[in-house]
């Protein structure tokens, strides 16, 4: 029997363990923190990578739960960081998950054995050793920056310190960038602030949270059957009616399809825009001293700098020269296999239009059949990878952060569809 370590408690560790667990293969679990739930547990203090204070989930809860343990009947369709958290713990108990997880223990460094496997350094400088190892420590902790010509003396952070919104009480707030978070915290910091801006160098589709009274997930499941081109202009034209575009906003319209790029789910950006608590600003140029000024000429004061810009895919545990996405494509078979290096296995690395998590249970169940020998990995696993990658960067926007970019549906269809063949 192999020996397997999973790197993290997140709902993608849970999903994976539960899988393996689930079939006899126990694995153990090392999480550096003192709870499970991973970025879903809330620290004000910035100790850990976490959601911040008034977060909700952007899919909705019949697209977010695991596979036979149902989020409670009494949950909204978009339950709090709160809720998820509680969800996740109860999921954890069900299937007796805690006798897995090593909890403050940190893996420092993951490094190839000569003779095959892994050997794990941890935080108290021991050494172990295992045979396969799971990466799902997540992709949403290491700042991408952007780069801009000046210096900008006001205070200057990424979305991944912003925690709360009392902190920027009556500050003059500017927010770079037009995703999910971007937005969320450009509305969060309206509330309280001076005024706030926020800053798009292309244009974004913000999609309701309800459409026609239901999630857009939802709707798009129903429509799921219908050809990918005929499901597509559907969503454009629904979006357009109901929000009239971006235009009548002062925002860049679009200048790809409404599938091509991650949705930002958000009922109250164009609301607030509309209401004058949200200025809409283009592409920064450069920054001098607390002047920000844009590609349109226009010059304006702030206290703080928000950068929404993502994140770099990165593991502070792995050598470099052993794996390195930073930069570039993610060439892996099914998201998840290295041509490399086999039993070095990666989940939840993905950025799906919908939630990660029930992705990653199917992958467990995938690592499952292919640890007890009724999954082979194909022979031209390279050759496959860059089918795969070309699939991605044809369908969504050429940006880092849709390197990782998979269709809900589709990718769940095809893990479920490779488990199948792969049953004994």
């Given at each position: 029997?192999?020996?397997?370590?999973?790197?993290?408690?997140?709902?993608?560790?849970?999903?994976?363990?539960?899988?393996?667990?689930?079939?006899?293969?126990?694995?153990?679990?090392?999480?550096?923190?003192?709870?499970?739930?991973?970025?879903?547990?809330?620290?004000?203090?910035?100790?850990?990578?976490?959601?911040?204070?008034?977060?909700?989930?952007?899919?909705?809860?019949?697209?977010?739960?695991?596979?036979?343990?149902?989020?409670?009947?009494?949950?909204?369709?978009?339950?709090?960081?709160?809720?998820?958290?509680?969800?996740?713990?109860?999921?954890?108990?069900?299937?007796?998950?805690?006798?897995?997880?090593?909890?403050?223990?940190?893996?420092?460094?993951?490094?190839?054995?000569?003779?095959?496997?892994?050997?794990?350094?941890?935080?108290?400088?021991a050494d172990e050793s295992f045979?396969?190892?799971?990466?799902?420590?997540?992709?949403?902790?290491?700042?991408?920056?952007?780069?801009?010509?000046?210096?900008?003396?006001?205070?200057?952070?990424?979305?991944?310190?912003?925690?709360?919104?009392?902190?920027?009480?009556?500050?003059?707030?500017?927010?770079?960038?037009?995703?999910?978070?971007?937005?969320?915290?450009?509305?969060?910091?309206?509330?309280?602030?001076?005024?706030?801006?926020?800053?798009?160098?292309?244009?974004?589709?913000?999609?309701?949270?309800?459409?026609?009274?239901?999630?857009?997930?939802?709707?798009?499941?129903?429509?799921?059957?219908?050809?990918?081109?005929?499901?597509?202009?559907?969503?454009?034209?629904?979006?357009?009616?109901?929000?009239?575009?971006?235009?009548?906003?002062?925002?860049?319209?679009?200048?790809?399809?409404?599938?091509?790029?991650?949705?930002?789910?958000?009922?109250?950006?164009?609301?607030?825009?509309?209401?004058?608590?949200?200025?809409?600003?283009?592409?920064?140029?450069?920054?001098?001293?607390?002047?920000?000024?844009?590609?349109?000429?226009?010059?304006?004061?702030?206290?703080?700098?928000?950068?929404?810009?993502?994140?770099?895919?990165?593991?502070?545990?792995?050598?470099?020269?052993?794996?390195?996405?930073?930069?570039?494509?993610?060439?892996?078979?099914?998201?998840?296999?290295?041509?490399?290096?086999?039993?070095?296995?990666?989940?939840?690395?993905?950025?799906?239009?919908?939630?990660?998590?029930?992705?990653?249970?199917?992958?467990?169940?995938?690592?499952?059949?292919?640890?007890?020998?009724?999954?082979?990995?194909?022979?031209?696993?390279?050759?496959?990878?860059?089918?795969?990658?070309?699939?991605?960067?044809?369908?969504?926007?050429?940006?880092?952060?849709?390197?990782?970019?998979?269709?809900?549906?589709?990718?769940?269809?095809?893990?479920?569809?490779?488990?199948?063949?792969a049953s004994p």
């Amino acid at each position: 029997m192999s020996r397997i370590a999973i790197i993290g408690a997140g709902p993608c560790g849970l999903g994976a363990a539960r899988e393996l667990a689930g079939v006899g293969m126990d694995p153990v679990v090392f999480e550096k923190s003192d709870r499970l739930g991973g970025n879903w547990v809330y620290s004000a203090e910035g100790t850990h990578s976490s959601i911040y204070e008034t977060t909700h989930i952007i899919s909705s809860k019949r697209f977010s739960q695991y596979r036979d343990f149902p989020m409670p009947g009494d949950y909204p369709d978009y339950p709090s960081h709160q809720q998820l958290l509680r969800y996740f713990e109860s999921y954890a108990e069900r299937f007796d998950l805690g006798r897995l997880i090593r909890f403050r223990t940190e893996v420092r460094q993951v490094t190839p054995r000569p003779d095959g496997g892994w050997r794990l350094t941890l935080g108290d400088g021991a050494d172990e050793s295992f045979d396969v190892v799971l990466v799902a420590n997540g992709h949403h902790w290491d700042p991408r920056w952007p780069n801009y010509p000046g210096t900008f003396d006001g205070q200057y952070l990424h979305s991944h310190a912003f925690k709360r919104a009392e902190p920027f009480r009556g500050r003059r707030v500017l927010v770079i960038g037009g995703g999910n978070s971007a937005c969320d915290i450009a509305v969060e910091t309206s509330r309280v602030a001076e005024q706030v801006g926020i800053s798009w160098r292309r244009g974004y589709y913000v999609v309701p949270k309800l459409m026609f009274g239901q999630p857009p997930d939802v709707l798009n499941a129903r429509l799921d059957w219908l050809p990918a081109t005929v499901r597509r202009r559907l969503h454009a034209w629904s979006w357009r009616i109901l929000t009239g575009g971006n235009t009548p906003y002062g925002l860049p319209e679009p200048d790809h399809g409404i599938l091509e790029s991650h949705p930002v789910l958000n009922s109250e950006l164009l609301y607030f825009v509309r209401h004058g608590r949200i200025a809409p600003y283009p592409e920064v140029e450069r920054f001098e001293g607390e002047v920000v000024r844009f590609v349109d000429g226009r010059s304006v004061s702030f206290d703080t700098v928000i950068a929404a810009t993502g994140f770099k895919i990165s593991f502070p545990f792995l050598d470099r020269s052993v794996v390195d996405f930073s930069e570039g494509e993610v060439p892996l078979y099914l998201r998840m296999f290295h041509p490399d290096h086999r039993t070095l296995i990666f989940i939840g690395l993905v950025q799906p239009l919908g939630s990660i998590w029930p992705l990653a249970e199917a992958q467990g169940r995938l690592v499952a059949k292919y640890l007890g020998g009724a999954f082979q990995l194909p022979a031209n696993m390279v050759e496959t990878i860059a089918k795969e990658v070309a699939r991605i960067r044809n369908r969504f926007m050429p940006t880092p952060r849709h390197t990782i970019e998979v269709d809900y549906h589709a990718y769940l269809r095809s893990l479920v569809e490779t488990n199948r063949r792969a049953s004994p």
